[in-house]
């Protein structure tokens, strides 16, 4: 349930800051997944100012980047102190949970932010304690009623 609630936030928080912009909800989204997952890869929580970063950082690279500064715009997040973060940790959470399964249903989007290196395979979910709150969201994930919709996952795990 904690799943489709964020999915359900985040479509409408897209959907109002999209409004009226030649973007589409699904390539914030898509932005956002890659931006947590390099979060995730760096082991921070946030976007610090670009003077910060080397020049092939990739969170530098995908957050500072012109073309992208309308997805930035758009997405939940929020700057305190020259410090940019997504507006709650959880929210990063979902994310990367959502990264993870897309990265499971089959040739991920994600994979570029992170040098090739899929999103299981990062250590830092097992090592930190944000690790097992993004595991929940995709747990929910699973654990949607296959009925209501229809995703790869549920047969995969065998979830009713």
């Not at 995730?40 to 946030?46: A, E, H, P, S």
């Not at 940790?89 to 899929?118: C, D, H, W």
Request: proline letters at 4%; hydrophobic letters at 35%; one cysteine or more.
């Amino acid at each position: 349930m904690r799943y489709e609630i964020y999915e359900a936030f985040t479509q409408v928080w897209f959907e109002q800051e999209t409004r009226g912009w030649e973007l589409k909800p699904e390539e914030c989204e898509n932005f956002c997944v890659k931006l947590a997952c390099c979060l995730l890869k760096n082991d921070t929580l946030n976007v610090g100012a670009k003077e910060a970063y080397e020049d092939d950082n990739a969170i530098c690279g995908l957050y500072y980047n012109e073309k992208n500064d309308a997805y930035a715009d758009a997405a939940p997040m929020r700057c305190t102190g020259g410090s940019h973060s997504f507006i709650h940790k959880s929210i990063y959470e979902y994310f990367v949970a959502l990264g993870m399964v897309r990265e499971m249903e089959g040739p991920s989007l994600v994979q570029n932010p992170l040098n090739g290196t899929a999103i299981w395979n990062q250590r830092l979910l097992s090592q930190r304690r944000p690790g097992s709150a993004i595991l929940l969201f995709v747990a929910d994930y699973g654990r949607i009623d296959a009925e209501t919709r229809q995703f790869p996952l549920t047969n995969m795990w065998n979830v009713s």
